[in-house]
């Protein structure tokens, strides 16, 4: 089903999540080129409709890299999700997961624009967020 609220294809689901105000990416297997970039379009063009919404990428299931796919990422992708109000990215993945080296690479990347963690779990995501939030707000307080 895709409408303007969720794209859902064989790669993934990306879906926006009212009541925690995210965008939700769930990849479901090894996408690359259109199959990657256009529910990665989606979740940004998401991104720029939910004011302060925030961005949780479910990689439970695997995430591999096209090395074209990667470039166009950096180059293309992050730097125009920077100009959103997204600030925090987290990523949900198994604690020892194969995919550990490029998920590090992905957040180093995502660092350079939005608070970044990686957590086991879509509450943990969530909860990781408001902390985030707390922690600003006070932040801002003592300023």
Known sequence: MNSKLEYDSEYCNVRYMEHDNVVLLTWKRFARLDNYRKPTLFALELLKQYP????????????EDDNEDVIWGFSYLLPNMAKTDCKYV????????DIQDEMDMWTMEFGKYFAVAKVNSFEQAVSK????ELKNRARQLSI
């Open 129 to 132: 967020i408001h902390i985030y």
């Open 52 to 63: 302060n919404s925030n961005f949780v990428v479910d990689a439970k299931n695997g995430f």
């Open 90 to 97: 987290i990523f949900i993945m198994q604690e020892a997961d």
